[in-house]
């Protein structure tokens, strides 16, 4: 099982970046993707999800209303579009793949999810 982020980068204060996940060895299909992120000195957060299906999607506050997540089942591929980038969205951004079946309650917390990536950095300069 393999989940490789790419696509990080250094970008100034309200350009865009769009971040992949690939995966292999495992049933792409059946998983949901979420995306999460870890600050220097901050706890991992969830950021988004998006249903095995690719039917539902889900975005946390911070982020909502100015990403967008999607699935090409076919490359095996999840891509988290960030537009309007701050500062304060700089951190390692990990996808993770889970077989549960997500809720809204659910998709944000990390212990629901079974494979995960290495990151990859996303730097905002101000």
């Known amino acids: 099982v393999q989940l490789v982020e790419s696509g990080g980068g250094l970008v100034q204060a309200g350009g865009s970046l769009r971040v992949s996940c690939a995966a292999s060895?495992?049933?792409?299909?059946?998983?949901?993707i979420g995306w999460f992120r870890q600050a220097p000195g901050k706890e991992r957060e969830g950021v988004s999800c998006?249903?095995?299906?690719?039917?539902?999607?889900y975005y946390t506050d911070p982020v909502k209303g100015r990403s967008t997540i999607s699935k090409d089942n076919a490359r095996n591929t999840v891509y988290l579009q960030m537009n309007s980038l701050r500062p304060e969205d700089t951190a390692v951004y990990y996808c993770?793949?889970?077989?549960?079946?997500?809720?809204?309650?659910?998709?944000?917390?990390?212990?629901?999810?079974?494979?995960w990536g290495q990151g990859t950095q996303v730097t905002v300069s101000s």
């Open positions: 998006i249903s095995n299906s690719g039917d539902n999607t």
């Open positions: 993770a793949a889970s077989e549960r079946l997500l809720w809204s309650s659910s998709y944000y917390k990390a212990e629901n999810y079974d494979y």
């Open positions: 060895g495992f049933s792409f299909d059946d998983y949901a």
